[in-house]
Structure formats: structure tokens, C-alpha cells
């Protein structure tokens, strides 16, 4: 689910296979508008800083992202991306969206302004969550087949050296200050501090079972506003 900045609606996926839909749902009156229909296996979404436009991935083999007119409740043309995008978050500057390819083992980047894409981020095999620092300079991404996070530049696109972390690694919180990357693996079932200064590892944190997300309290971390 999303909801947006104003606190007035809130979307809610409704995966549903071929046909898939969003339904908006309003906060004052708990009442669900028309479902708003968008690419199969719709998967993950993520809303604009503004407010303005929710973004829908759709794992699908069509391989979009849908953007959504909170004004309006209408979706726009489907934007093509890479096979499979399971993830999709936006920069903290608003201006760019960026989508996560597990079938393709890249990050797509999306202009808000024009809804045109840029030049696919190679990272590595199944990404699944991003996140950024709080500056939006550097992009972290989990990669599940490899057990690894790669950093990449906002201003550039370049990706880092992959960082090792536990296997079968998802979500991705990142502290306030942009100090620590706190990534959550499944095997061994670990939460790996990483310094953004140095991009190394720090010692694995045992956990409980199957650790699939990671939430913080606000004055410590803040992870993607973006739901899988």
C-alpha cells in the first residue's frame, strides 16, 4: 500500500495475475474509489514526494511501470522497463524513479518530468529492494541471487563494487544521517550493518526467521516508501 504525502488516500495493489488493479481508498470516509487497472502481476508501487503520481511495477512479461494521476485516479501510459520489475522507489529529489529488474539483473531509471527511461544500471542476479542515502547521491540494491548489495551513483548511474552480505538478501533500511545500510538476509537469517562512508560490512546481527523487511523508528532509520 501507499498513501499519500497529505494523508488522504491510500492505494492499495490488488496483484490479481493478468488483471491486475489499484483501488484508492479514502482515509476520511474509508470508502474505495474505482479500481484503476494497470499491467499483470502488479507487484510493487512507489508515490512522488509531491504527491502527484504513483508509480506501478508489474512483473508481468510486458515488463512495465504504470503511472497513476492521483488528481485524476487515471493511469498513463505504461512505461516499458527491464523483465520482471518487482521494485520501484523514487529519489528523494523527486525527480527520478527507479525500478528493480529481477529478470533482467538491472535497475531501470525513470524521468518523472518526461516518464522517459534512462540507460539500464547493470547491478546484480534478482535485485529486489532499493534504497537511497538521504543526499540521494548513492542507490543500494539488493541483489538475492548473489547474497550481495550493489552502491550505485544517482548523478551517473555507475555501480559499485558488490558488497557481501548474507544470502538471499531483500530489504534495505538506511539511518537519518546516511552513516549505516542495515540489509536483511534469510540465509544465514542476519541483518548486516554496512558503513556508506567505507561500503564495507559490518558484523551480521542473528535475527529471527525468514527476515523480510525492516522497520525503524524515524529519528534512527528510514527505509524506501516503497511497498513489495
Known amino acids: 500500500m501507499q498513501?499519500?504525502?497529505?494523508?488522504?488516500?491510500?492505494?492499495?495493489?490488488?496483484?490479481g495475475g493478468p488483471n491486475s488493479t489499484v483501488t484508492p481508498i479514502s482515509t476520511a470516509t474509508s470508502k474505495?474509489?474505482?479500481?484503476?487497472?494497470?499491467?499483470?502481476?502488479?507487484?510493487?508501487?512507489?508515490?512522488?514526494?509531491?504527491?502527484?503520481?504513483?508509480?506501478?511495477?508489474?512483473?508481468?512479461?510486458?515488463?512495465?511501470?504504470?503511472?497513476i494521476s492521483t488528481a485524476?485516479?487515471?493511469?498513463?501510459?505504461?512505461?516499458?522497463?527491464?523483465?520482471?520489475p518487482q521494485f520501484v522507489t523514487v529519489a528523494p529529489d523527486g525527480k527520478t524513479a527507479y525500478v528493480a529488474n529481477r529478470g533482467s539483473g538491472t535497475v531501470t531509471p525513470i524521468s518523472v518530468a518526461t516518464g522517459?527511461?534512462?540507460?539500464?544500471?547493470?547491478v546484480g542476479k534478482q535485485p529486489g529492494w532499493i534504497t537511497f542515502t538521504p543526499d540521494g547521491k548513492t542507490?543500494?540494491?539488493?541483489?538475492?541471487?548473489?547474497?550481495?548489495?550493489?552502491?550505485?551513483?544517482?548523478?551517473?548511474g555507475a555501480p559499485g563494487k558488490p558488497i557481501k552480505v548474507g544470502a538471499n538478501p531483500y530489504a534495505i533500511a538506511i539511518t537519518t544521517n546516511g552513516k549505516t545500510i542495515y540489509v536483511a538476509s534469510q540465509v544465514p537469517v542476519t541483518v548486516t550493518p554496512i558503513s556508506a562512508a567505507t561500503n564495507k560490512p559490518g558484523q551480521p546481527i542473528k535475527?529471527?526467521?525468514?527476515?523480510?523487511?525492516?522497520?525503524?523508528?524515524?529519528?534512527?532509520?528510514?527505509?524506501?516508501s516503497t511497498t513489495g
Not at 502527484?52 to 515488463?63: E, N, W
Not at 535475527?207 to 524506501?224: L, R
Open 32 to 67: 474505495p474509489g474505482q479500481p484503476i487497472a494497470v499491467g499483470g502481476s502488479a507487484y510493487a508501487s512507489a508515490i512522488t514526494p509531491d504527491g502527484k503520481t504513483l508509480y506501478v511495477a508489474s512483473a508481468s512479461a510486458a515488463g512495465t511501470v504504470t503511472p
Open 139 to 156: 542507490g543500494y540494491v539488493s541483489n538475492n541471487g548473489p547474497g550481495t548489495v550493489t552502491p550505485f551513483s544517482a548523478a551517473t
Open 207 to 224: 535475527t529471527g526467521n525468514t527476515p523480510w523487511s525492516i522497520v525503524c523508528a524515524p529519528a534512527v532509520c528510514q527505509s524506501s
Open 3 to 15: 498513501i499519500t504525502p497529505n494523508g488522504k488516500t491510500v492505494y492499495v495493489i490488488d496483484s
Open 116 to 122: 522517459q527511461t534512462g540507460q539500464p544500471i547493470k
Open 72 to 84: 485524476t485516479n487515471t493511469a498513463g501510459k505504461p512505461i516499458k522497463v527491464g523483465s520482471s
